[in-house]
């Protein structure tokens, strides 16, 4: 058979209004508008998607950190500022560590809010021997073990609770009573001990107890680790005794021999930690922007499509029967009976549940009960014919066909179908249905007719198919002579 030529017109399937559709020639360019507006689609959603990333990325760079000294935003501290302000003392803001005190004066205070963790341990340990008093908040381990602190954050606190700081050891928090616990907590980490702390602000209970203040002793004098960060907040600060614990470590002495210095470490500054970015050689952002290059080039070369598909004919037309001719064959070789008829009966059990009106889940006792009650059958004949059990001969495999086929029938008439008028097939490739219909039943079969359908199907198969192609039936029907005594002396000699 010639293959079918590639870009030759092909018909293609029904579409679903009704209409069919013409085939389209391979390399028309009736693709190519739909392949550029999904380009551009794709372009456009990229586009978007970036403008997106960098508002939100812009956000959230506008947005104030907590402890924003200029905030005032619930999670800033301009009202703390404001109130030292006006009890006269003045607070120096800065986020470079080269502006912060070296001279080591013994009112200095420097208050450290390290909210986003990017506090470089080495300016740490300056100030520990720098600096009389240091005020810290901040969670990175290795911060606090600069300042010598043998803690590790344990957790958050955010369930409004306040605890009492009355017997503290730190004077703040014992003028202040009672302060809020929102925050972090810390506790000692496996191994470590807490001697030489004063610990203040407990939460949690048993081996989850951990602590909301700490005091410990520097070189230069003492750093107090505030995880109770509701005391500087502006939404909290009249809490309890917040303010009160705000004020007392942060005041400095009234005669001016000492100034307070709020220092907010900023990422990408020189004295903050240094990061992946500023680890990497300078050639490696634009390393990476070339391979992002490659990478889409690489997913526009490859995602390219080769053009339409395209729709052919089948060579040949394979008829629907061969199927269930050929799993009848199956089952007559196998001499699997019982397999055979528990198919018709599982299409018959579905086909009558539909007749009745039954659902698909509907159970097989429903079906039989249902059935039962429409022809006037006994549900127990119903379900031997329906459901039954192993099939021993091939006698009993016809029965049980013919029975089923008489079940349907009862149905079909009860519900009010017209009943099935079966003929016997012309061309010899069945046999007529041995039904009851309008109450007569045809005539049964000879003893060759039994034998003929004791035989299994797939000789019986062979047989018609050995009669169909036998070439005495291709010719014409005028014989030559000499043929036709080639043929009697054949039959003499068999």
Do not use: K
């Not at 001279?103 to 963790?117: E, I, S």
Request: aromatic share 2%; hydrophobic share 40%; with cysteine.
């Amino acid at each position: 058979m010639p293959p079918h030529p590639v870009g030759q017109d092909a018909a293609v399937g029904q579409d679903r209004a009704g209409g069919t559709a013409r085939g389209r020639r391979v390399g028309a360019p009736g693709p190519r508008p739909r392949r550029a507006a999904t380009w551009v689609l794709v372009v456009a959603v990229a586009l978007v998607l970036a403008a997106l990333t960098a508002l939100v990325q812009g956000d959230q760079r506008s947005a104030p950190a907590p402890l924003d000294p200029d905030s005032t935003t619930n999670s800033g501290s301009r009202a703390l500022v404001r109130v030292l302000e006006q009890q006269g003392t003045p607070v120096a803001v800065v986020h470079e560590a080269d502006r912060l005190p070296t001279d080591g004066a013994a009112g200095d205070t420097v208050f450290v809010a390290d909210t986003a963790g990017v506090l470089d341990p080495a300016v740490a340990r300056r100030l520990a021997r720098t600096v009389a008093h240091v005020v810290l908040v901040s969670d990175d381990p290795r911060v606090l073990d600069a300042f010598g602190i043998r803690l590790a954050p344990a957790g958050e606190v955010q369930d409004g609770d306040t605890v009492s700081t009355a017997s503290c050891g730190i004077p703040a928090a014992a003028a202040a009573r009672r302060v809020s616990a929102d925050g972090t907590a810390y506790a000692p980490e496996a191994g470590d001990t807490d001697a030489g702390l004063v610990l203040c602000a407990p939460s949690g209970s048993g081996p989850d107890r951990a602590w909301g203040l700490v005091r410990a002793a520097t070189p230069a004098g003492d750093v107090t680790l505030v995880g109770t960060t509701a005391a500087f907040r502006n939404d909290t600060i009249t809490t309890a005794g917040n303010a009160a614990l705000a004020l007392g470590l942060l005041e400095t002495p009234s005669d001016g021999s000492g100034a307070l210095t709020w220092y907010v470490p900023t990422p990408g500054s020189p004295d903050a930690a240094p990061t992946l970015g500023t680890l990497a050689p300078p050639w490696v952002p634009s390393l990476l922007g070339i391979l992002g290059l490659v990478a889409v080039a690489a997913a526009v070369w490859r995602g390219r499509r080769l053009g339409p598909l395209v729709v052919e004919q089948l060579p040949v037309v394979v008829r629907a029967a061969e199927t269930t001719e050929g799993r009848a064959r199956l089952y007559a070789r196998a001499a699997d009976r019982t397999h055979a008829l528990d198919t018709l009966r599982i299409a018959a059990l579905r086909r009558t549940a539909r007749r009745l009106g039954l659902p698909r889940s509907a159970h097989v006792d429903q079906v039989v009960r249902a059935a039962a009650t429409a022809t006037g059958l006994s549900d127990r004949y119903l379900g031997a014919v329906l459901v039954g059990g192993p099939v021993p001969d091939d006698r009993a495999l016809v029965a049980g066909a013919e029975a089923i086929d008489a079940v349907e029938e009862a149905v079909r008439v009860a519900t009010g179908g017209a009943p099935a008028r079966r003929r016997a097939p012309s061309s010899g490739r069945g046999r007529p249905e041995r039904h009851v219909v309008d109450g007569r039943r045809p005539p049964q079969p000879t003893d060759q007719g039994r034998a003929d359908q004791r035989a299994p199907d797939h000789q019986r198969a062979d047989q018609r198919h050995d009669d169909q192609h036998r070439p005495d039936q291709h010719r014409p029907d005028q014989h030559r002579p000499d043929q036709h005594r080639s043929d009697q002396h054949r039959g003499a000699d068999s």
